[in-house]
């Protein structure tokens, strides 16, 4: 990276969660579940090692341990990826914490041989308070709440997080509305808007013919798909109608309103190749989240 854009890049991550944000000529690259498509999701080396690839924002996903300590893990049950069994909140953090998180992440050479390199190579569950500890203060990071019931992981999170004196370089997202309202109320907190505030809305204006009649407020940050395989069910008096459609929501029109506040920013998830990189960068998105950084560093300088 040279030195102008280093420099670009610093001044934007410094500012980014506040409606102060520069605007970056090209979307900002968010690593998802920390770079799942490069390494382990949600631990620490991945964390690193996304940045060195190019990464200017971290994504983590954040449950809380039976004791009451947040951890980075996304699935309910420990077995998923690790070589542990059991659901997240019936364990304790040392529980967690001493679980291979990379037992299942598995690679493929070019022969098509399938192998689990951090099998003989453990890389651990960590903690929210040692990942933040673990990347550069002055890097962004989105925390997806993704565990219910809601009072007590967003106590939790936000206790780690006052400790840690890391409000201001956090925003939090979660696909359930109760969590973000409830964050929302933490008095130093940032969040995203609901989904599915953000879902209907840019539904009114797919539907209105691109009008929008509900723009989100100054200083909002909205996230959801680029694209999304999505039900339409039409009600009849005597029954109804379902179609399966892939919602491509982000649209001209949409991004127009989305912008229409001041201070507004769009981060759009599941972009993993040039098109989706092109048509997010051509509409004008603010960050793009992407399960590989070290693939969309090559595509964002192809790109160019």
């Not at 947040?70 to 069994?85: N, S």
Request: aromatic residues 6%; proline residues 6%; glycine residues 6%.
């Amino acid at each position: 990276m040279n030195i102008v854009n280093n420099g670009l890049r610093l001044a934007v991550c410094a500012a980014l969660l506040s409606v102060s944000l520069a605007v970056s000529a090209d979307p900002l690259i968010a690593a998802h579940r920390g770079g799942t498509g490069d390494g382990p999701e949600n631990t620490i080396p991945t964390l690193q090692n996304s940045l060195k690839h190019g990464a200017d924002i971290l994504w983590m996903t954040v449950q809380v341990s039976s004791d009451g300590i947040p951890v980075l893990y996304r699935p309910a049950d420990v077995a998923a990826l690790t070589d542990g069994k059991g659901v997240v909140n019936s364990l304790t953090a040392a529980q967690l914490t001493a679980l291979n998180a990379g037992y299942m992440y598995s690679a493929t050479d070019a022969a098509g041989n399938k192998s689990y390199p951090y099998r003989q190579h453990p890389v651990k569950v960590p903690t929210l308070r040692d990942a933040l500890r673990a990347v550069p203060a002055s890097v962004p990071i989105m925390i997806d709440m993704k565990q219910l019931p809601a009072e007590v992981l967003v106590n939790a999170v936000a206790k780690v997080i006052e400790e840690e004196n890391a409000w201001q370089r956090v925003r939090f997202y979660s696909t359930d509305a109760d969590v973000i309202a409830l964050m929302a109320k933490q008095p130093k907190a940032q969040v995203f808007e609901s989904r599915d505030a953000t879902r209907d809305r840019l539904a009114r204006i797919a539907l209105n013919g691109g009008a929008c009649d509900m723009p989100p407020a100054a200083g909002t940050w909205s996230g959801i798909e680029l694209e999304r395989k999505v039900t339409v069910v039409e009600k009849f008096t005597l029954g109804e109608g379902v179609s399966e459609v892939v919602a491509h929501w982000w649209t001209p029109a949409a991004m127009k309103c989305f912008k229409s506040n001041p201070g507004t920013r769009v981060m759009v998830f599941g972009v993993d190749s040039a098109a989706a990189y092109r048509s997010a960068q051509q509409l004008g998105v603010d960050v793009v989240m992407t399960d590989s950084p070290l693939r969309m560093k090559a595509l964002r300088e192809s790109a160019k």
